[in-house]
């Protein structure tokens, strides 16, 4: 698991290391805890926050890599982050809202 400043041209490079070719793997962003980045299988990266309410440890998928930019992805996990700090829990939220 590596900690980098994300830009996109360090994680293209991330993810096209021998390291990461046929395995799942986390990368996490050096300027923002909580947020990281992993390719799956099929070679496509997601990025996702990691955050904990109260005792429980909860992870939100934010969206892609070519869908969402690093700065989107910075100010939705920092939101998620501060409702976490704040006791919300929007993982339960968002499964409370749907129908």
Not at 39 to 48: E, M
Not at 82 to 92: I, L, M, N, T, Y
């Amino acid at each position: 698991m590596a900690k980098i400043k994300f830009t996109v041209s360090s994680l293209q490079s991330a993810f096209k290391s021998d390291d990461v070719k046929d395995r799942q793997a986390v990368i996490w962003d050096a300027e923002m805890r909580g947020l990281g980045a992993y390719k799956g299988a099929s070679g496509t990266g997601t990025f996702f926050v990691q955050f904990r309410v109260g005792d429980r440890q909860r992870k939100v998928t934010l969206g892609r890599l070519n869908e969402l930019t690093i700065p989107e992805a910075r100010r939705q996990a920092s939101e998620i982050i501060v409702a976490a700090r704040q006791g919300r829990d929007v993982v339960a939220e968002q499964k409370q809202a749907q129908p």
